[in-house]
């Protein structure tokens, strides 16, 4: 299988262009595949392999990062830190409507339909949370690149753009730096990663995967109420990480006020 760029960095410094990535994972594979139908999963050492009715469709293989699809077009072996998210959504989706009974795959492709009626998360509602936070301001987090700060000083940064609304993300690769919304404070990253690698990655200019510390998410991928109110909730906790103490209680004492 193709050996996939290394997903850690050595020392300091700026992004080495050996670690470049996309926002693709094993983990996002994974969570993909187990998310369809009827799917059979099986574990052996380092390789995941999923099957449907009776055939395999997909092995995952965490050593090196890559995904063997068996789709109906043949077998494609994808370096995941290489391949676009909605690249290894829509491989992985084929290979398995190929081989699901189909009931199955009309069901998924109305569960599809109907996740995509559900309202994607925009710049302007991220702004609009950034203006509920006491002191929070969107300007120059390092150089002329623009993002939310806590105060008016460079190193209160807590959150920003990637393009079109600002700079590259550090080692993200297109496409998968379009749209997207970098947090440079997370508790929980680790956990996050685990449970919604369909909705949150990383790269190794943020850090390990299994310590907190910076995540990215792509606002298209963030659909409807419920998820749109996590990402607030992160927003809110980045903020708190270096907004100062009399701007934190000032919007504790404004909940404790609108509480009914």
């Known amino acids: 299988m193709a050996r996939a760029p290394t997903t850690r960095r050595r020392g ?4 080495r262009r050996a670690d470049h990535r996309t926002g693709s994972s094993p983990a996002l594979a994974r969570a993909v595949a187990a998310g369809l139908d ?11 392999t999923f099957g449907v009715a009776g055939t395999t469709f997909l092995a995952v293989d965490d050593a090196d990062a890559s995904a063997v699809v068996r789709g109906p077009g043949g077998t494609t072996t994808l370096a995941l830190a290489g391949t ?7 491989a992985v989706e084929a290979a398995w409507a190929a081989l699901a009974p189909s009931g199955a795959v009309a069901a998924h492709r109305r ?3 109907a996740r995509a009626a ?12 950034v203006a509920t936070l006491p002191g929070a301001n969107e300007g120059p987090v390092w150089g002329r690149d623009v993002g939310f700060r806590a105060t008016h000083e460079k190193r209160s940064r807590f959150a920003r753009f ?28 680790p956990e996050l990663l685990a449970a919604s690698p369909e909705r949150f990655f990383t790269t190794p200019h943020y850090g390990p995967p299994d310590e907190p510390g910076g995540i990215v998410l792509r606002l298209v ?3 409807g109420a419920a998820e749109h109110a996590e990402v607030a909730e992160l927003l ?16 504790d004492r404004h909940r404790t006020r609108s509480a009914p």
Do not use: M
């Open 221 to 223: 991928e963030q659909r």
């Open 162 to 189: 990637g393009p079109p609304e600002g700079s590259r993300v550090g080692n993200l690769l297109p496409p998968d730096d379009e749209g997207t919304l970098v947090l440079f404070f997370c508790e929980q990253k």
């Open 12 to 15: 300091g410094g700026p992004p």
């Open 236 to 251: 809110e906790d980045a903020w708190r990480v270096v907004a100062p103490p009399d701007r934190r209680a000032e919007l």
């Open 111 to 113: 569960a599809t339909a």
């Open 38 to 48: 009827g799917v059979e999963q099986e574990g052996s050492g380092a390789v995941t």
């Open 118 to 129: 559900e309202p994607a998360l925009t710049h302007d509602d991220v702004r609009a949370v």
């Open 84 to 90: 676009g998210r909605d690249e290894v959504r829509s």
